[in-house]
């Protein structure tokens, strides 16, 4: 059978099935989401990041490296997606209707939307959002619908989902716990794993059995595992390397528990920790705290990175860091758990709202020594910052 006969056997025989929310959470995320929309003046977004693309209808398959759109408009939500990802479309989603395409005929996308576009609008020159900042729109896409619909208006759309998706729902709060429960199994069978003579590769592989022993899915990121001088340097991994005595085990591990992730980061010593280790320690440790005072309704990200930054500053000379003290986690897909919504940095003006949740990825990096790092997901909330993830906060060391 073609695809689309195998899309309608699917959905007599299976239907809807195995959704992480209820219809009324989806439908209330379309609901803000239209809601801005109007505020906007668009009559239709054009949905490309896969993330968003789960946030609004379920949809989630492990495939996200080929062209998938939800046009979404107050006339209904249509799916695109490629023929081998009908399945996936008509029984994982909530979308009102699903398309396909020849997966390996690229070139009969931007037709086949514009068809779905026209039956969801019903204006003669419409506005339509799309994001130019997101991977998942090909540019060869946009610019074939700006030149096949020269009478429609493309407009900047960024701004529209992340605000909704920033928020975190009560569901979601739960999918998080979850997630942070599977990673807290992996930073412990890692952390048991750290002694002189194993690899790097033995315990990234103690972790990612933990964390899939307990529930866990394929994994947004993979689990960061490096030792010694190769902790200093900064997105490095796992790589077949001894670990020697004395030296941190830098690991930062996160789950997926119905695509959301909750990470966490934690370093163990292979022998005693050096007091320049332990400095450093106390110096995350405080940072932490500077960071979770702050991170209140009302408060912008802004203003929590200044107090960090004070934190920070006996050794800011000395060590290196990234500069962004925390970044929002949700629903997320290879090859990043970071959710892009929003990052708590100097000259981010944005405003901290209840139940925004973000990862704190406190590592600082003495270049060519080492690299030492601590870290939590947590919540906001009106007494600031709330772990979800339960780290121990301690530098351990393992004879």
Known sequence: MDFQAYQQALRQRVGVTGLAFTTDEYARRQEAVLGRMASAGLDALLVT?????????????????????????NAGATLQVPSIETGPGVTGSVADRVVGYRWESGRTVVSQLLGEL??????????????PWQPGLRPGVLDDLREQATDWRFEDGSGIVDPVRLVKSDAEL??????????EAGIEAASRTVRAGATDNDVAAAASQAMLSAGGEFMSMQPIVVAGWRSSVIHTNHQRHRIEAGEPVFMELGAAWN?????????????????????????IRAIRDALSRHMIPGETFDRAAAEAERALAPLAESVFFSGVYGYAVG??????????????ARGEESVFQENMVFH??????????????CSDTVRVTYSGAVPITRNEWTLPERA
């Open 360 to 373: 704190l990825p406190l590592c600082l990096r003495r270049p060519g020594e080492w690299g030492i790092g």
């Open 174 to 183: 739960d999918m998080l716990r979850a997630s942070a429960r599977v990673t």
């Open 259 to 283: 695509r959301y992730t909750a990470p966490m980061m934690r370093t163990v010593v292979a022998g005693g920790a050096s007091p320049a280790m332990g400095e450093t320690f106390e110096t």
């Open 331 to 344: 629903a997320q897909f290879p090859p990043s758990w970071v959710e892009g919504t929003g990052f708590i």
């Open 49 to 73: 990041d896969p993330s968003d693309i789960l946030y609004l209808t379920g949809y989630s398959t492990f495939e996200v490296s080929v062209h998938t759109a939800l046009a979404l408009s």
């Open 118 to 131: 026209r039956r969801l609008l019903d204006t003669r020159r419409p506005s339509v959002g799309v994001d």
